[in-house]
């Protein structure tokens, strides 16, 4: 498995039992750390374009005038950056946010799931073979490499070496 970068891999590892310990599955700054680990901009500027239109801080149309779903959507997403730029405490975002928390994320499951996993024991372990959860991992990093053996003969290489191992 060496020449898959599993031991390599594991050797990058930082060390989890300290990271456990300082709150790795703390829920305390869960709505934080989602908003900041991906891209909540793009769910959050779907949600303000509603909230926007509801509060009346952009109006689909004026008597008599129709505007289309393009000038709508334009006109929310500038408000969208200039509050994010400029206002960063603005009802209107702070709004979109915890609606893509709550409704998009269900952020309160994975806080239940965090403490759940907080209230039980731990146990790191180190393989000598990749896990199951370990494969799409490896998979990964096999595309990343240069290679004159196609991603699909090397994957397949790796499972009947897999296959090999777990029936000794």
Known sequence: MNDYGFELLCAQAFDWAAQLENGL??????????????NSSELSLRRFREIARVSGLVIQAHPG??????QWQASSGLFYEIFR????GNLLLGQ???EVLLQELDVRRIRIALERMNANRVVLTRPKKPTPFAF????????????????ADRVERMLAELERAAQR
């Open 25 to 38: 599955l703390s829920p305390d700054e869960l709505d934080h750390d989602i908003l900041a680990s991906l």
């Open 65 to 70: 005038q129709q505007k289309s779903a393009r």
């Open 85 to 88: 730029q400029h206002d960063r």
């Open 96 to 98: 979109a946010d915890t």
């Open 136 to 151: 799409p991992l490896i998979v990964g990093r096999l595309r990343e490499k240069v290679s004159t053996e196609k991603l």
